[in-house]
């Protein structure tokens, strides 16, 4: 469910961030000598542990660093200014996203083969995002169970207009793709703790709404 399609990143500057933070956590959980999902549990605040909290933050730092970011440079947010979160930060920008959605999917080879409108190829993009938003603060238990009709919808809807399962697949890497950008861009005013807590959440929901909107595709063939 992760694979990269060369086509859809041919700039390394946007590729990077994706790139750099998937992994983090079996990397940081092999430095350790704990289970990835132990890491990915105190991300998400679901469990406390000072040692693997340090790795987090030292492996931002390296990541920081590798996109030509100062990791010590003072915050401009004024006094009692609430620290930006994912999710409003995505609700301010979901035309953006869409649009920029829209880009990349024209761009694809194999995604724009499938010779449909425009508003029809993003008509099931923002349902599957809010959707993503509402279920990514459940632990993972909750997730597996979580109704995802947008993404069974989305996978319905493909297939009945004639895409590929791996084209499929492919969208959803571009809604990661532009929301991952999207943080990127904002980083300096955001908790970098808290940052990567919400991509992990952002990431694990996402997956699970591409394997639902997956097995409903091939249930309709």
Same mark, same amino acid.
């Given at each position: 469910? !992760?694979?990269?399609?060369?086509?859809?990143?041919?700039?390394?500057?946007?590729?990077?961030?994706?790139?750099?933070?998937?992994?983090?956590?079996?990397?940081?959980?092999?430095?350790?000598?704990?289970?990835?999902?132990?890491?990915?549990?105190?991300?998400?605040?679901?469990?406390?542990?000072?040692?693997?909290?340090?790795?987090?933050?030292?492996?931002?730092?390296?990541?920081?660093?590798?996109?030509?970011?100062?990791?010590?440079?003072?915050?401009?947010?004024?006094?009692?200014?609430?620290?930006?979160?994912?999710?409003?930060?995505?609700?301010?920008?979901?035309?953006?996203?869409?649009?920029?959605?829209?880009?990349?999917?024209?761009?694809?080879?194999?995604?724009?083969?499938?010779?449909?409108?425009?508003?029809?190829?993003?008509?099931?993009?923002?349902?599957?995002?809010?959707?993503?938003?509402?279920?990514?603060?459940?632990?993972?238990?909750?997730?597996?169970?979580?109704?995802?009709?947008?993404?069974?919808? !989305?996978?319905?809807?493909?297939?009945?207009?004639? $895409?590929?399962?791996?084209?499929?697949?492919?969208?959803?890497?571009?809604?990661?793709?532009?929301? $991952?950008?999207?943080?990127?861009? !904002?980083?300096?005013?955001?908790?970098? !703790?808290?940052?990567?807590?919400?991509?992990?959440? $952002?990431?694990?929901?996402?997956?699970?709404?591409?394997?639902?909107?997956?097995?409903?595709?091939?249930?309709?063939?």
């Amino acid at each position: 469910m !992760h694979r990269d399609n060369s086509s859809t990143n041919v700039n390394p500057a946007i590729r990077a961030p994706q790139t750099l933070y998937r992994g983090l956590y079996v990397r940081i959980a092999r430095e350790l000598g704990v289970d990835p999902s132990y890491v990915s549990r105190v991300a998400r605040g679901d469990r406390h542990s000072s040692e693997v909290e340090d790795a987090l933050r030292q492996a931002l730092e390296k990541i920081e660093r590798r996109l030509g970011r100062s990791t010590t440079a003072k915050r401009t947010e004024l006094p009692g200014q609430a620290t930006k979160r994912l999710k409003p930060l995505v609700k301010q920008n979901r035309s953006r996203i869409r649009s920029q959605w829209l880009a990349h999917s024209q761009s694809d080879p194999n995604l724009r083969r499938v010779k449909i409108p425009a508003q029809k190829r993003t008509a099931p993009i923002l349902p599957v995002l809010q959707e993503t938003m509402q279920v990514m603060n459940l632990s993972l238990k909750e997730m597996a169970t979580a109704s995802m009709k947008a993404a069974e919808l !989305h996978g319905r809807m493909r297939q009945a207009q004639g $895409f590929t399962a791996m084209a499929l697949v492919e969208e959803y890497n571009l809604v990661r793709r532009c929301v $991952f950008t999207l943080a990127q861009e !904002h980083c300096q005013q955001m908790d970098t !703790h808290l940052l990567i807590q919400d991509l992990t959440q $952002f990431g694990e929901a996402l997956d699970l709404q591409t394997q639902r909107a997956l097995q409903d595709y091939l249930a309709a063939c």
